[in-house]
T-cell receptor
């Protein structure tokens, strides 16, 4: 199983809709989960972190974590064309012994005006 | 708002040459990282650095790579003898320290090896 897995997309949503991005990860003891946004040719920009099961909201973004299912998601409400980017899921995978981030390949989001 | 900076933004070098990529982490951060991203691929961890020593490195970070914190602000990545496959975006990241695992990335250096 891939360590951090995301659908590559593109995920296309109309402006104003909710975009739902999903990520699964391979180990059961990971504690730290992050969502980064990456515009083409730019660096990853941290938008959300989540450490506990449940939901965490920040503005139009909500991160959801379910450790039992090894699943983390990101909801973007009222999607805007400026949200069009690749969204990277990143995890501190504890079972690798590695404290550094392991990234998924990213989901490309397209918000249609 | 403090941010990680990196220089140069783009470096072109010939195969076999040495390159040094520079980073200035956020000033109160204690942990520093280098990642790379080959075009069209995922972001990959190279090395982490804490308390003036390497704390972790990946299988990519072989003897051709080295890191250094030459003074109180800079953090450098050296590639001794570049190969074509070293062409990638190199990102520096930092995090504040214990209890906070959020890493903030710099804008990156695009390395092109010809």
């Amino acid at each position: 199983q891939k360590e951090v897995e995301q659908n590559s997309g593109p995920l296309s949503v109309p402006e104003g809709a909710i975009a739902s991005l999903n990520c699964t990860y391979s180990d059961r003891v990971s504690q730290s989960f992050f969502w980064y946004r990456q515009y083409s040719g730019k660096s990853p920009e941290l938008i959300m972190s989540i450490y506990s099961n449940g939901d965490k909201e920040d503005g139009r973004f909500t991160a959801q974590l379910n450790k039992a299912s090894q699943y983390v998601s990101l909801l973007i409400r009222d999607s805007q064309p400026s949200d069009s980017a690749t969204y990277l899921c990143a995890v501190n995978l504890m079972d690798t012994g590695r404290r550094a981030l392991t990234f998924g390949s990213g989901t490309r989001l397209q918000v249609q005006p | 708002e403090p941010e990680v900076t990196q220089t140069p933004s783009h470096q072109v070098t010939q195969m076999g040459q040495e390159v040094i990529l520079r980073c200035v982490p956020i000033s109160n951060h204690l942990y520093f990282y280098w990642y790379r991203q080959i075009l069209g691929q995922k972001v990959e961890f190279l090395v982490s650095f804490y308390n003036n020593e390497i704390s972790e490195k990946s299988e990519i970070f072989d003897d051709q790579f080295s890191v250094e914190r030459p003074d109180g602000s800079n953090f450098t990545l050296k590639i001794r003898s570049t190969k074509l496959e070293d062409s990638a975006m190199y990102f520096c990241a930092s995090r504040v320290g214990q209890g906070s695992y959020e890493q903030y990335f710099g804008p990156g250096t695009r390395l092109t090896v010809t």
